[in-house]
């Protein structure tokens, strides 16, 4: 019964499969992000202190990120890798490549507790907090880290269950967890009196829930791709792969974390609490409609990557042209509704007039590059479905760290605060566009049975 699932990856309808795959992928990547946006919209309004104790959460955001990132490295390398052998038919060299990616993320839990329990403090400064929210910060971050383990399963391995046609069963995993966040926020946060740190205490517990579930699930006899003891023994070959595809989303989250320091620390320079406190909210708006986008590349990700790894070409040309349309027109009619109605999106997270008034203003001119860079977010995961690291790492590295850094460092010096927000939409796009050209000249080329052969 299970096989006959994958099998459905290279039979079924396009239209029909990618609604059965994407939509429950979609759902869980919305239910996913409500872990940060209802802590965010909790404590931005916990009584008196709120401001500061949203803007205090925020800096932390960066140490998220970047855990979050290491999990994308197993999950995003892992995954598509193991949907390509799937095609061929090997399933022992599939459940080696999920096997590897446990041991992998069991690793990467250990450095990353150990290294941000050591540096939270001095890095929390660094990355835009000031003695007013500092404490938010620590009291947030503290009690974070003790779930890194989870974080690292649930997301991690949540893309193997994918990999495999079971986008519902990855659903319910993330559904799992953010119900009973949403339950237990205010409970933590109001009724027991906990604030900051209770918002905490509540996402630990939820990704501990749907941890479980994933694991659970993973070594279950329901689950054609199984978690075996043997396969989890490392395998250099393997893990070299996962990382070169890897790298790629590593670095398109690893840098989100650097950006919100650039941004933040900027932010703080030239403007104060209250503009770190407006990058939080509008990050936050933008998590809000890039989430189900990458909910829906991602439940199609495999299904290019199953019937490339089976050399049915022209059904992963029109995979691919459907998701780079359809990611266009989304990511285009979502931008249009939230650069119209700034203050709604804003009054969701705070009821702090200035720091409303003050979103009001930079939300439309923050955010208009993401009419355009629909097409690069669906261009990004046809290369990784492709097994392409090197031009899908070429184009995350180009937008994050070639283009928003340096603008993000250099306008400020001119235009001021101002500055800040200029940088987002132009590297928005300028790599859009450049996403574009690299995959009109490269596509008919890697779409072949020659590039094919090559995986490994």
Not at 257 to 282: A, C, F, H, K, P
Not at 320 to 329: D, P, V
Request: charged share 10%.
């Amino acid at each position: 019964m299970e096989r006959d699932k994958e099998l459905r990856m290279a039979t079924e309808g396009i239209g029909k499969l990618m609604i059965r795959m994407a939509v429950p992928s979609m759902i869980a990547q919305i239910i996913n992000i409500l872990y940060s946006i209802i802590d965010r919209i909790y404590i931005g309004h916990i009584e008196r202190v709120g401001m500061e104790a949203l803007t205090g959460v925020g800096v932390t955001f960066p140490i998220i990120v970047l855990i979050s990132a290491f999990s994308a490295f197993v999950g995003a390398g892992g995954a598509p890798l193991s949907a390509i052998w799937l095609g061929k038919g090997d399933r022992n060299r599939a459940e080696k490549i999920l096997g590897n990616g446990v041991t992998m993320l069991l690793f990467f839990t250990v450095v990353l507790m150990g290294f941000f329990y050591a540096f939270q403090r001095p890095l929390l400064y660094l990355f835009g907090a000031s003695d007013a929210t500092i404490g938010y910060a620590v009291d947030y971050m503290t009690t974070y880290l003790a779930g890194t383990v989870f974080v690292e399963l649930a997301l991690g391995l949540n893309a193997f269950i994918i990999s495999q046609g079971q986008s519902r069963i990855a659903m319910i995993a993330v559904l799992i967890g953010a119900a009973a966040n949403i339950i237990l926020d205010p409970i933590f946060i109001f009724v027991l009196h906990m604030g900051v740190r209770g918002a905490a205490v509540a996402t630990v517990i939820s990704q501990a829930l749907s941890a479980v579930w994933t694991v659970g699930f993973l070594i279950s006899k329901k689950s054609s791709l199984g978690i075996k003891v043997k396969a989890m023994k490392p395998d250099f070959s393997i893990i070299g792969s996962v990382m070169a595809l890897g790298i790629s989303p590593f670095i398109m989250r690893a840098t989100e974390s650097l950006i919100s320091i650039v941004l933040n620390s900027g932010l703080q320079r030239y403007g104060g609490d209250v503009y770190v406190g407006s990058l939080t909210i509008m990050q936050s708006v933008m998590q809000m409609y890039s989430a189900p986008l990458g909910g829906f590349t991602q439940g199609v990700q495999p299904i290019i990557s199953y019937n490339f790894g089976a050399g049915n070409f022209e059904r992963v040309k029109k995979l691919y042209r459907c998701m780079i349309t359809t990611s266009f027109l989304f990511a285009a009619s979502a931008t249009l509704i939230v650069i119209t109605f700034p203050a709604f999106f804003a009054g969701m997270f705070t009821n702090d007039g200035e720091l409303i008034a003050l979103v009001e203003k930079m939300m439309p001119i923050f955010m208009c590059g993401m009419l355009v860079f629909g097409i690069q977010q669906g261009i990004q995961p046809t290369f990784l479905a492709l097994g392409q690291a090197k031009l899908s790492l070429f184009i995350a590295i180009f937008r994050k760290v070639l283009l928003l850094v340096p603008l993000a460092l250099v306008l400020p010096i001119k235009y001021g605060v101002m500055g800040i927000y200029y940088a987002e939409p132009i590297s928005d796009i300028l790599s859009a566009t450049v996403a574009t050209i690299l995959f009109l000249t490269n596509i008919k080329k890697i779409v072949s049975k020659e590039t094919l052969q090559n995986i490994v």
